[in-house]
């Protein structure tokens, strides 16, 4: 039973992978930037939750949903004010700054919270762990619910995306910058809105993170961020389904090699796999083909 | 179709036969700065004028002014973003400081030991940049960007499981993701994680700076030979140079074998000038740190990148003092050169400013590094 309770460890694991991801790659469908501060926001959206649950005394659930409007605001912001102006420069100027905002935010958490790793109060605090199969199998209650709320997450994005007026501009706007604007569509607005759906979700990622793996420092979300960024290269960047795919898959091959082959190679492994994968197929599992033009 | 690409070609060509004295011009200016730099410095030192504490930086401001200029040959000169130049480093660093320990018992001289280390930084980071050069140069942008990512990470994680020790009889002893036994503290030369310990420091300022000076001395004279040309060529428009007969695969390679094995070098050279180095110290943010001096100093310029390394380096151990909130400071300044610098409008005012000072000067190059510099002084 120990492969069943690695799979479901490694799911939660690349649930968590794949809602940063999402961030990642609505980003860049949209604006074709790779935003390296994204990690950042979620070690903020931990932090926030954090702060909320511990010294304001609130529910767990609640200090989630006031880390989620935080973050919203802390992407608008961002977008606002260090990617607008450089929009239509070129990816690396872009990327350049995407880097300073990603020291500025974990400077600024060092020096508000410090460097002291704090305990993160885990948001099903009661809750025991699940044994089924005769004691064999144990399930937290933490990962069953990270993987049900990354397929709800899922449901809900593929959803708006497809659906409604606000996404249908999205996917416009993703497809051609220009020729949206000529169809009335407001491509600022637009963009914002996917810097603020990406941000609450790093939100969510953030909180189920730190109730996973309850250590929370000014660092904390550099790595998943990098892994995140990985998982949604690995699924085709742009694509939402793959970003799922890529997460999950990722989240399972790290638990994997860290369980039968050695902690300390897990994330070569998983780094590993992504050149393998992107060897077989240049532009991710899922994404598009990229045509030449003369 | 054809004659737009043949009359691209040869205009582009006729440029570079008249850029020919902007070459002459660009390394002047880098062996300026580098000479100039060198003498301050030392001077600096011998007067007094410069604390221990920046004494200790010379080495590594010589490091990452050599790191600056060789991944401006990747990102700059062949126009491929590369997030993994810690990993050529630190494979350089460790290789030398493996070579430097089995070494030492048969060989006496020091400079003599530590050109051999180099050599073999350089030999080891160009297979390693051979290996992932040679199956990645077919990815476009973005996702080659990505995996040169992955290969960093790669590499620093397998520094982390890496046992290397010289026992008694000074047989190189090895083990993979598992300790040695039977090895004193002081036999062991890479322990896992914790890296190496006990390096005897051989890098001096002037080693440095003479290994600054040939990494410099390759990238400009590669980046004005035939080879240079193409691969600029190809940076500019692939299809137009595959069109013309242009190996595109063989000279975006070369690029990039060439810069890890200077990177290799570098590194080597800055494993010297620590008695412990840890894999860590390696990571994703070393590599994105020498890609913020090459972006500041302006892309594919390379003594723009050169002095953008130095700064820097200096400018947070000068404000050491400020501790708590430097970084913060950094960030901001990165965030602001980088809007100042690129941003359009923001471009415009300044341009129309420096016109009216100076209404009748050339225009080009050097009012973009003006530019930078002026967002540097502010800051």
């Given amino acids: ?294 | 179709m054809a004659e737009r690409i043949l009359k691209n070609i040869s205009t582009r060509g006729l440029k570079n036969a008249v850029k020919g004295n902007e070459y002459r011009k660009e390394a002047l200016i880098s062996y300026g700065i580098l000479i100039i730099g060198y003498i301050v410095l030392q001077l600096g030192a011998s007067v007094g004028l410069i604390g221990k504490h920046l004494q200790g930086q010379f080495v590594p401001i010589c490091v990452y002014v050599a790191l600056a200029i060789s991944l401006n040959l990747v990102v700059g000169i062949s126009g491929e973003l590369s997030l993994g130049h810690a990993g050529f480093m630190a494979v350089g660093a460790f290789t030398g400081i493996i070579v430097m320990r089995v070494l030492e018992p048969h060989l006496g001289i020091m400079p003599i030991r530590l050109i051999i280390a180099l050599i073999f930084a350089a030999i080891m980071a160009a297979i390693a940049g051979f290996i992932i050069g040679v199956p990645i140069l077919s990815l476009r942008g973005d996702y080659l960007a990505i995996v040169t990512l992955a290969f960093g990470e790669i590499v620093r994680n397998f520094m982390n499981v890496l046992y290397f020790a010289l026992d008694e009889n000074d047989h190189l002893k090895f083990a993979f993701n598992h300790t040695i036994d039977g090895i004193t503290n002081d036999q062991r030369i890479l322990t896992g994680a914790i890296g190496a310990t006990g390096v005897t420091k051989a890098a001096t300022f002037t080693g440095a700076m003479l290994l600054t000076a040939f990494t410099l001395f390759v990238v400009l004279n590669l980046k004005n030979s035939k080879q240079g040309r193409a691969i600029m060529a190809i940076r500019d428009n692939r299809i137009a140079g595959e069109s013309i007969g242009l190996d595109v695969r063989k000279y975006k390679l070369m690029a990039f074998v060439v810069s890890a094995a200077l990177a290799g070098m570098a590194g080597c050279m800055f494993g010297q000038n620590y008695s412990t180095l840890a894999p860590v110290k390696f990571n994703f943010n070393t590599s994105i740190l020498i890609l913020v001096f090459v972006v500041l100093g302006g892309i594919g310029n390379i003594w723009g990148g050169m002095i953008a390394a130095a700064l820097l380096t200096i400018l947070p151990e000068a404000f050491r003092q400020f501790a708590d909130y430097r970084m913060l400071t950094y960030a901001i300044v990165l965030i602001l050169v980088m809007i100042g610098t690129y941003n359009p409008t923001f471009k415009a005012r300044i341009n129309s400013v420096i016109d009216k000072i100076k209404p009748k000067k050339k225009k080009d190059s050097g009012k973009k590094n003006k530019k930078s510099k002026s967002g540097k002084e502010v800051a």
């Fill in chain 1, 1 to 294: 039973m120990g492969f069943l309770t690695n799979l479901i460890s490694g799911l939660s694991l690349g649930s968590v992978y794949a809602i940063i991801a999402l961030g990642y790659t609505m980003v860049y469908g949209i604006s074709k930037m790779l935003n390296f501060a994204h990690g950042d926001v979620i070690m903020i959206g931990g932090y926030v939750s954090f702060i909320f649950s511990m010294y304001m005394g609130m529910n767990g659930w609640i200090s989630l949903a006031i880390a989620m409007v935080a973050c919203t605001v802390l992407g608008i912001l961002i977008e606002r004010l260090a990617y607008r102006p450089l929009r239509g420069t070129g990816s690396l100027a872009v990327l350049i700054t995407a880097i300073g905002v990603s020291y500025f935010l974990q400077n600024a958490a060092l020096l508000i919270w410090g460097a002291n790793p704090r305990v993160f109060p885990s948001l099903f605090e009661g809750v025991s762990t699940i044994h089924a199969a005769g004691g064999k199998l144990s399930l937290s209650p933490v990962s069953l619910f990270t993987i049900l709320a990354n397929i709800i997450i899922m449901i809900i994005l593929t959803l708006f995306v497809s659906k409604t007026k606000a996404g249908k501009a999205m996917r416009a706007v993703s497809e051609d910058n220009g020729a949206a604007q000529l169809m009335g569509i407001n491509v600022n607005q637009s963009i914002s809105l996917t810097f603020a759906i990406g941000s609450g979700l790093a939100a969510v990622a953030g909180v189920l993170m730190c109730s996973a793996y309850p250590v929370l420092m000014p660092t904390t979300g550099a790595m998943p961020g990098i892994k995140a960024f990985t998982a949604a290269v690995f699924g085709g960047i742009g694509s939402i389904p793959g970003a799922m795919i890529g997460g999950l898959i990722l989240g399972v091959i790290e638990i994997f090699s860290r369980a039968y082959i050695s902690t300390e190679l897990s994330d070569a492994i998983v780094f590993g796999c992504l050149i393998i994968v992107l060897l077989v197929k240049p532009t991710g599992l899922l994404g598009k083909k990229i045509n030449e033009k003369v």
